[in-house]
């Protein structure tokens, strides 16, 4: 009698974003927009909509990181099979500068904007680090280092594709209108801050719009590529992105509480609903942290919510210079 036992492969491992993040070095935010919006992967979803990533997906998600960081476009390299991505991936030699496939080694992609920003950076031990980056990479240009935010020359400003690049200690959810108001003071197309220590709902809060929260890396190396991939990230977006709010708590409960001079009360009743409605977009983003298996879910919502707001804006705009009102100084 014979034993004719079959021999059984393990199990392939399955992934949770979070050591899929860690395995490819595709921060968490990216990895959920890289799949929704491109469809660089597909992972597989528990019953309760959590998503497992396998060891191709990740491999996929690294080589991806990989050229995004070499100035490639996110939109550009999920259209590319494995087999493609390792082509390219041998092209880049020494890690040298990589464009769009529609262009030369050197040259700035296009559709999509830059590839590289110009970085204006503030803190301490950041403010060290990105000085020794920009040094050695010369796909970024430093436009200012800075130790702390009161160091930054009043007249300071970051015109065209510039990143805001901050370091803070502690994140709280408080925080949000004040680096808003920052980036727009220099006016910065993007904000990345990194962080050592923060509250759920502070990463929630700010990692929306044009604005990312990333934990604080160990090396260089990493910060390098977390400058370069939140960018990719910012430029894939383009004009179809949430924006910033226009307008902080403060400024609207100000118009809100105006005494207008045209026979309605439009921009009081326009700020008041700007106010909701900035308050559910902050809602959904921390729901997407609460309630990962939900997240694709309040990602919708977030985005709704941002693009009701960016219209009420408009609005707003016009009608408060109909009543007279200086928006600049709010």
């Known amino acids: 009698m014979s034993n004719n036992h079959e021999t059984r492969s393990p199990p392939e491992p399955r992934y949770r974003i979070g050591m899929a993040s860690r ?42 990181r990989h050229l995004v960081d070499a100035g490639m476009d996110i939109s550009e390299v999920a259209r590319l099979d494995d087999e493609q991505l390792d082509e390219l991936l041998h092209a880049l030699g020494g890690g040298a500068a990589l464009a769009s496939s529609a262009g030369e080694a050197g040259t700035t992609p296009t559709p999509g904007g830059p590839a590289s920003p110009d970085v204006l950076v503030i803190g301490n031990a950041l403010s060290t680090v990105m000085s020794q980056i920009a040094h050695e990479n010369p796909r970024i240009r430093l436009l200012g280092s800075y130790v702390s935010e009161q160091d930054v020359p009043a007249d300071a400003v970051m015109a065209g594709e510039t990143l805001l690049v901050l370091e803070q200690t ?3 959810p408080d925080a949000l209108d004040r680096i808003q108001e920052l980036a727009s003071r220099l006016g910065a197309r993007g904000t990345l801050v990194f962080y050592n220590f923060a509250s759920r709902g502070a990463i929630a809060a700010l990692d929306r719009g044009n604005i990312r929260a990333v934990a604080m890396p160990p090396s260089a190396y990493d910060v390098e590529r977390d400058v370069f991939a939140v960018w ?98 709010l």
């Open 232 to 329: 990719g990230e910012l430029v894939a977006s383009g004009d179809g992105g949430a924006s910033a709010p226009r307008f902080t708590e403060h400024a609207l409960a100000t118009i809100a509480q105006a005494s207008p001079t045209v026979a309605c009360e439009c921009p009081r009743h326009i700020a008041s609903i700007l106010m909701t409605v900035q308050a559910f977009e902050r809602y959904s983003a921390e729901c997407i942290i609460a309630q990962p298996d939900d997240a694709a879910l309040h990602e919708r919502l977030r985005d709704t919510a941002a693009a009701a707001r960016s219209l009420l804006e408009g609005a707003l705009v016009d009608v408060a210079r109909a009543d007279g009102m200086d928006l600049a100084a």
């Open 170 to 172: 502690g994140l709280h």
């Open 23 to 64: 395995l490819s070095g595709v921060p968490p935010h990216n990895l959920r927009k890289w799949e929704s919006r491109y469809g660089v992967v597909n992972p597989q979803r528990t019953p309760g909509g959590g998503r497992l990533y396998s060891t191709q997906d990740v491999e996929r998600l690294s080589r991806a």
